[in-house]
């Protein structure tokens, strides 16, 4: 319960309200994570969240993409190189990136869901041997609020990468509307196919019941669960999702054990 005290090593403004930092201890060296487990980000006097990984610096470090929304995320992204920061985990499970080798593999992120996937296609990038056939469909609201769009075009040169907005400006040529018209535009096995799907969960339910309308089971369909977590470790009770803890049995969850407990209102 009691964060370490890592610097800001670099500062990297994505968006208006996005940025993303480079942490790095103090002390010692980061705790290993797994694509999909988040840490505690303590803003000193004023609170903490829950923020993903979003992967790691060459030496190590905690990559992590934040979005100003509330006091905690606004005071994180005013950090500037040197500052100090609190740090618990990393927590929470984790993609299981080795249940998709031999597969086709659907990635779907939805706005800053974008962030948590990016270790998951950092590796299907490195390593798509391994993999079928790749897509990439993702959306948000507007091209200004795309994130990583170096990344997504250097990710296009690897395999499919679809990108939808909600509300287009006069530079957009690409899709409009929801995640979901995306899935008819992707060629995948859908009996072979594993899902790995992040973003608000009205688009997660809508993307998991428009791949297992299209033959995808619901156990290779993965989700990305985000709820109030205020201790990260299962003690508090605030992420309880019916019989689940989204900090300790989650994140990640497979479709087939989350299905019923999110068409439950305000669970």
Known sequence: MIPSPYRVRSRRPDRADTVTLTLEPVEGECPPFLPGQFTMLYAPGVGEIPISVSGHSRSGDYVQTIRA??????????MRRGDIVGVRG??????????????????????????????????????GARYGRISLITGTRTPATLIYPRELARWGRDFDVQVTVDHPDRTWQGPTGLVT????????????????????????????????????????IALSLERNMKCGIGRCGHCQLGPLFACLDGPVLTYDKVADLLEVKQL
């Open 181 to 220: 018209k995306l899935v008819g535009r992707i060629v995948f096995e859908p009996s072979r196919t594993y899902a790995f799907v992040c973003g608000p969960e009205i688009m997660m339910r809508a993307t998991a019941e428009e791949l297992l309308r299209r033959g995808v089971p619901a156990g290779r």
């Open 69 to 78: 929304v509330g006091a905690v995320s606004r005071a994180l992204c005013r």
């Open 90 to 127: 990393p927590f929470g499970t984790h993609w299981e990136l080795s249940q998709a080798h031999g597969l086709d593999v659907v990635v779907a992120a939805g706005g800053l869901g974008l962030a948590p996937l990016r270790p998951v296609i950092r590796e299907l990038a490195a390593h």
